[in-house]
């Protein structure tokens, strides 16, 4: 059967040219007979399929050669040319018979469907995945970097430092647009809490958080600043720039509660806030709980109070394990000398952070495990002869103790995506009975890292509890029976009672219904 190109199948053919710069266009052989003689003048016409053979003569006969596999066919003037064109189709040495190029991509399946060159989208994500790596913004004029992107798609124009800036504030603020979308569709109220940063030149920096429940019960939070704080940073630095942040986000009339550690400047920054909002009338007079204390703040500053009563032997242990760490040689004298004393000698102690009390409780407690190792290396080597002494390893031993249930509760907070305030009171509450037990208080060195922190403790407990309190009974899982248990427990049935009812009062109050967190 001839071909019939009247009916098209969805796919179209494309091949190279060879001969002439012509596209040939698959005919019927009555096609090639028309375009053979046209017309009055009856003049012979020269066939497309003559772009794809070649004709020779072999005697007395005309062949054809194709171009592409080198078939011999007839050329023969009365054999017509429909048997070249069947050969054509079917040519396997055709370098272009296996390509497709469809008329209408959105017909194949959506694995197969070519995709789309969409240069904005492609600078979108360039943008995103620079803002969400912290990649420098040189990044784009790197030439290895560029060439990479040109072999992944040729068709994408590379923007320069400039543009990335401009695309970066762009994306800033289209993502601040949805965030205060979501605020503003939020019904109850948003907390914030407040972070101080410090950088390696001393700079101040406050980054604010906002937190909210949306309704699907899910815990949403949101950094919505991070600021250079200008020296001398105090109490009214720092309310300007939470006021600006406020009045930028437009939550003055949604800022249900501020969290801060406890420290002068941010006491009284809260309560100029609190007193700013009461007078716009945007906070009831009522409302007790506004400022709410930060628990892993408050846990910092208790053990700081443990570091100062054990300030000497925490240098001494910092300076020898500063300088075991500084060479390998020293690293694997140690390693030595604690397997010849029969120690586990694959974690060696790490160095400390100074603004990180966790890491020194590390430091602590990995130095412990290789106390005989230092004193093996005091007794026979000069540079360690500045190691803590007896007394001070039982000091360390102590406040390690005494630090472990601190570095469990910080931990807990951390490592949950959920650092509500309901948790607060369950670690607390470990807290308060780890210090109150007897053997703590047996010996003078005990006593004396002990008794400090017992102090601070009861001091940040108190103004933490009675929030703490009614987070924990908002808690579905532990409610009022929980809160009766921890005190009947601690208290006795008689005490346990009146201050169960003294919480219960506390939460019929007027100023629940603002606390949304």
Not at 44 to 53: E, G, M, Q, V
Not at 62 to 75: G, R
Not at 96 to 101: A, D, E, I, K
Not at 356 to 368: C, E, G, P
Request: net charge positive; glycine share 2%; aromatic share 8%.
């Amino acid at each position: 059967m001839e071909p019939n190109n009247e009916k098209s199948i969805g796919v179209q053919l494309t091949w190279p040219i060879k001969q002439s710069s012509r596209v040939p266009t698959p005919a019927t052989p009555q096609a090639e007979d028309q375009k053979i003689e046209q017309g009055s003048s009856k003049k012979r016409k020269t066939s497309d399929i003559w772009n794809h053979f070649t004709k020779i003569k072999d005697g007395a006969t005309t062949k054809a050669i194709c171009l592409n596999c080198s078939a011999t066919l007839s050329a023969q003037s009365n054999a017509g040319t429909n048997h070249l064109w069947r050969h054509y189709h079917r040519c396997k040495s055709e370098p272009r018979q296996s390509v497709l190029v469809p008329r209408n991509s959105q017909s194949l399946p959506e694995l197969i469907r070519p995709p789309k060159f969409n240069q904005e989208a492609m600078q979108e994500c360039l943008v995103e995945m620079i803002v969400a790596h912290q990649y420098p913004f040189s990044m784009v004029e790197h030439r290895s970097f560029r060439e990479f992107i040109s072999a992944l798609q040729p068709k994408f124009k590379m923007i320069d430092q400039a543009t990335l800036q401009t695309e970066c504030m762009n994306l800033y603020k289209k993502r601040k647009a949805v965030i205060s979308k979501q605020f503003d569709d939020h019904p109850s109220k948003i907390a914030l809490t407040l972070e101080h940063w410090s950088s390696l030149d001393t700079s101040s920096f406050l980054k604010i958080s906002a937190h909210y429940i949306n309704p699907q019960w899910k815990l949403i939070s949101r950094t919505i600043a991070f600021r250079l704080l200008p020296p001398p940073v105090d109490a009214n630095v720092i309310v300007e720039c939470i006021t600006d942040v406020l009045e930028d986000w437009k939550l003055l009339n949604k800022c249900g509660s501020i969290t801060a550690e406890s420290s002068n400047s941010n006491d009284l920054a809260v309560n100029k806030i609190c007193e700013m909002l009461k007078e716009r009338q945007l906070l009831k007079s009522t409302d007790d709980y506004f400022h709410v204390r930060c628990a892993a703040g408050a846990m910092k500053e208790i053990v700081q109070e443990a570091f100062k009563t054990t300030q000497e032997a925490i240098s001494k242990l910092r300076r020898i394990v500063h300088l075991v760490t500084a060479t390998e040689a020293s690293k694997a004298s140690l390693q030595e000398v604690a397997g010849n004393c029969g120690l586990p000698s694959n974690k060696l102690p790490s160095r400390d952070i100074l603004s990180r009390w966790d890491s020194t409780y590390s430091m602590i407690s990995d130095a412990l495990n290789f106390q005989l190792a230092f004193e093996y290396l005091q007794a026979t080597q000069p540079e360690y002869l500045d190691c803590p002494t007896a007394l001070e390893w039982l000091q360390l031993k102590t406040l390690k103790e005494a630090l472990e249930v601190f570095h469990e509760s910080v931990s807990s907070l951390s490592k949950t995506d959920l650092p509500s305030a309901n948790r607060s009171y369950l670690n607390m509450k470990k807290i308060e009975r780890h210090l109150s037990k007897p053997e703590h208080y047996e010996n003078n060195h005990s006593i004396n890292i002990i008794c400090p922190m017992a102090n601070a403790f009861q001091k940040y407990w108190a103004r933490l509890r009675e929030f703490s309190e009614i987070a924990s009974v908002l808690d579905p899982r532990l409610k009022l029976q929980y809160l009766q248990f921890s005190l009947v427990k601690q208290h006795g049935v008689l005490v346990a009672g009146e201050k169960l009812t003294i919480s219960k009062n506390r939460l019929i109050c007027p100023t629940i219904p603002q606390l949304r967190v």
